[in-house]
């Protein structure tokens, strides 16, 4: 019994600490810790969760779910601007997925394709 309480004791701690690294970006030369320090940041300022619903170029990247084994698909030198939305705005775009606050991020590339598209 002993045994069973210390393994679930150790599994809560673990999990506990690993939940900086969903948010960990790619390697290679890339500051991967890049947007746990931001969330870190926003989070202690009261603007978001420390598990907020991540946007990737317009694809939502929720905690559970598809960063539950994945880093997110970017360095960190390809990011053009991370942006917080609107609590309200963020729960009626992505409904309970935004409970704990959105963050938008852009990359340099999906930046460029837009102005591309508006220079139509």
Known sequence: MKGIVGYLVL???????????????????????LLVR????LAERGDISEKPLVVLDGVPYRYE??????RLPIKSEDIAKIQVIDYE???????????G?????TTKSFEQEQDKESDK
Not at 101 to 105: D, Q, T, Y
Request: proline fraction near 0%; charge should be negative.
């Open 65 to 70: 779910v598809e960063l539950k084994d994945a």
């Open 101 to 105: 606050g959105v963050l938008l991020i």
């Open 38 to 41: 931001v969330i870190k940041e």
């Open 11 to 33: 599994v809560l701690l673990f999990s506990g600490l690993s939940s900086s690294e969903k948010y960990l970006l790619q390697k290679n030369g890339s500051d991967e810790e």
């Open 89 to 99: 705005m963020g729960m009626q775009i992505y409904g309970e997925y935004a409970s």
